[in-house]
Nanobody, 121 residues
């Protein structure tokens, strides 16, 4: 069982940066570092889309949607049960509600409530 809470969203001008955080509460007996983590987003009138993923205890590195590759970086701080999404060079098309997810990709079992990111032109 995992509970996820995102934070760090807001309004930013195009070209700016934001860092989203996802705080995880993990049930006793489970280890946060073992969970695969993902970031998704949903723009108004569109479906939810994959943004980035960071596997759990695995040698596989992070991977990204083509639309954010080179601009976004996902990382985790296992000692604090945190996952981050650093977003640089933001564009108006990045405007969306951003969700943190944990579990088994591609569907993931656990989801946060989302945080709004708005990029003005």
């Amino acid at each position: 069982q995992v509970q996820l809470v995102e934070s760090g969203g807001g309004l930013v001008q195009a070209g700016g940066s934001l860092r989203l955080s996802c705080a995880a509460s993990v049930a006793s007996g489970h280890t946060f570092s073992s969970y695969n983590m993902g970031w998704f987003r949903q723009a108004p009138g569109k479906g939810r889309e994959f943004v980035a993923a960071l596997p759990g205890m695995s040698p596989v590195s992070s991977f990204y949607a083509n639309s954010v590759k080179g601009r976004f970086t996902v990382s985790r701080e296992n000692a604090k049960n945190l996952v981050y999404l650093q977003m640089n060079n933001l564009k108006p098309e990045d405007t969306a509600v951003y969700y943190c997810a944990a579990g088994n990709p591609p569907t993931y079992e656990y989801w946060g409530q989302g945080t709004q990111v708005t990029v003005s032109s």
